[in-house]
């Protein structure tokens, strides 16, 4: 059986040993915290959506992230072009639909990107993921849906489109359509602090750098976040000092700390 814990400490040491470069097409809240999480980790992050260059860039990339939190039109024309480039070029493609469901542009742009795109992960909170089966709730970009109750519909989705979805709140859930895997921990602070999501997803691409096995990369990033959410929130007084302990603890933490801290969990194999 599969050791979830060694194995994710495995891909964050793999992290920090490689280096590997991580494309990311992101919103203008997030681009500093996500570049610098992604430091922390020990990857190489670049934020690019010029489309001249989007080619050159997916191919020196090792992964490509993107997040649809502040879309026009030119955005979403460089996500499209650069989703196709990562799917031509066979590199891991994270997409992060940020309030999917909320408005007809967001949730017509996922549905495009997956249409046209090989994404490889889907991570978004419940009701962004789903919005995804047709299912529209929440308010604005924050989820009004609990990861549980989503997860049997993403199952059979996950399936259907032939993507791993990863669900991330109080408990994560990611799953294949095949197998399912909750994850423990993180901190009630962080709903407070802008960007924790999204910089799931920049850490889901960064560790997809390292093994074929999607479902494990992605568990074993957001198990990597948990934890240093965790730590981070000891120490935290308030949202303010939460955001500095948690790149802190991104940096600080080793393989030996994830394998000893992290809760991952298969619940579900069909």
């Known amino acids: ?51 001249d260059e989007l080619a050159e860039m997916v191919a020196l990339a090792g992964a490509v992230v993107l997040n649809i939190g502040t879309l026009d039109a030119h955005w979403i024309a460089a996500m499209r072009l650069a989703g196709q480039h990562a799917s031509t070029m066979a590199k891991p493609l994270v997409l992060d639909p940020v309030g999917s469901g909320a408005t007809t542009l967001r949730t017509s742009t996922v549905k495009t990107l997956l249409t046209e795109c090989q994404v490889s992960v889907v991570r978004g909170n419940a009701s962004e993921i789903l919005s995804l089966a047709g299912q529209t709730s929440g308010k604005g970009v924050d989820s009004t849906d609990s990861a549980d109750h989503a997860a049997q519909t993403a199952c059979g989705l996950a399936r259907e489109l032939g993507t791993v979805l990863a669900m991330t709140g109080p408990t994560d859930f990611v799953t294949d359509g095949t197998r399912t895997v909750r994850i423990e921990g993180g901190h009630p602070l962080m709903p407070f602090v802008t ?76």
């Open 195 to 270: 960007g924790t999501g999204c910089t799931a997803s920049a850490l889901v691409g960064a560790f997809l750098t390292t093994t074929s096995d999607v479902l494990m990369a992605t568990a074993s990033a957001l198990a990597y976040l948990s934890v240093a959410a965790e730590q981070a929130g000891a120490k935290a007084s308030g949202p303010g000092s939460l955001q500095m302990h948690l790149l802190d603890a991104l940096y600080q933490i080793t393989p030996a700390d994830l394998a000893q801290g992290c809760r991952i969990a298969e619940v579900l194999r069909v």
């Open 1 to 51: 059986m599969l050791n979830y814990a060694h194995t994710a400490a495995s891909l964050l040491d793999r992290v920090r040993q490689t280096n590997p470069l991580v494309h990311n097409i992101t919103n203008f809240v997030v681009m500093n915290s996500t570049a610098n999480a992604l430091l922390a980790c020990g990857a190489s992050p670049i934020m690019a959506h010029a489309p």
